[in-house]
């Protein structure tokens, strides 16, 4: 059984190349789907590289000014992982129960229909990660920089040329091989470790030393102003840019093999300076491959919802890998390189992303109350999401009245998808020429890159089925 691409589309052409059609001219192998090739090892890796990417070492700046001390803004980064932590929670029990690839956005547009889903999804796509994605990116490109130019800044061109190289390599990368790409995040998640663990060394071995006086209440709880409840909510935004990344294993759950199996002195402080650039590097790199990894499957989820176009629903017939999908994400990301104001759209992003979290995990209490008898592997204790909507509600509106400005742009962001949304999905009746336009884009693309609509297996749908009673809007005929 495969995707019928009339039906898929509700608006096809016989013009459109079939599964058949590339089966008999391109050798396609009797069954293409999206691999189950990521298992225990690579999911964790998935989720600690993407979380330690560039953000802990952009972010500290923020959380530090909007915090004014060393000591509040410690108690800001503990917190917010707490935070992160009960997130997680109501992650796992949507993740099991909706057992569907792209997070956020497939819970919100299950649970809250399409309109919902698809603002998450323009948000995300239009601006979340592809400015993530081109801060990452120039955070790699100086530390690998930094020592050729150790009395300078870098120079603008130099650093928006490496960072494009090395979006376009680990582009290549992920469209050649999941397992490929599993194993350079397997690889580098392992060397950032390493690298923590010698910044926490060195650290240790400064406090066991005495050198301990910023850490002393007297001189941590010191303020350089006087904060404000609006200025330590900015704080927790910035804190929560760090520690974003924590769903992303939400966005490959169909390539997860048995997501339930997921629930259970001077020289020394020279060598530090030396290696720091070094540790940076390795972090930024593997952060830069898991997030084209996840937000390509988002794209992918979105094309098969109907709510893309839907030649970013396809895969490659011998790889299994979305390569429309992956090329996106990497031309949205050198074109926000492009711009070049990406450090000023991380507030904007942190705002998003906050936003989209507490939608997502309202989600889960309305479908606890619309579905009471649903079968659930994980259930978490209902003090955790209602906590967690508690602090999200309180850090959003005191955001919002602190930074108006910032807060506003980043909702004006998200709500131009209406419009969007009711013209490009809500809209049936188009003229013709748009169908012929999008029918011959999609058919063009086909052949170009050796891409089919994936198979979805028959008895995965019938469990999905039975345990949630939903059917895909977009999959197409079995």
Sequence with gaps: PCFNPQKRLKRGSPALCSYSDLKRDSGIPERVTLKKEIGLLSACTIIIGNIIGSGIFISPKGVLEHSGSVGLALVVWVLGGGIAALGSLCYAELGVTIPKSGGDYSYVTEIFGGLMGFLLLWSAVLIMYPTTLAVIALTFSNYVLQPVFPHCVPPYIATRMLSTICILFLTWVNCYSVRLATRIQDTFTVGKLLALGLIITVGLVQIFGGNYESLTPQVAF???????????????????????????????????????????????????????????????FGGINGYLFTSSRLCFSGAREGHLPSLLAMIHFKHCTPIPALLVCCTATIVILCIGETHSLINYVSFINYLSYGVTIASLLYYRWKKPNLYRPIKVSLLVPVCYLLFWALLLGFSLHSDPLVCGVGLVIMLTGVPVYFLGVYWKDKPKCIYDFTEWATYLGQRVFFVVYPQIDPIEVAEWTDRSSFTSKASGPL
């Excluded at 330590?232 to 966005?251: E, M």
């Design 222 to 284: 010191m303020f350089n102003k006087a904060p404000s409840i609006g200025q330590i909510a900015l704080a927790f935004l910035h804190a929560s840019f760090a520690f974003s990344g924590w769903n992303f294993l939400n966005y490959v759950t169909e390539e997860v093999v048995d997501p339930r199996r997921l629930t259970f002195g001077e020289k020394l402080l020279g060598m530090f300076s030396t290696l720091m650039p070094i540790s940076v590097a390795l972090s930024t």
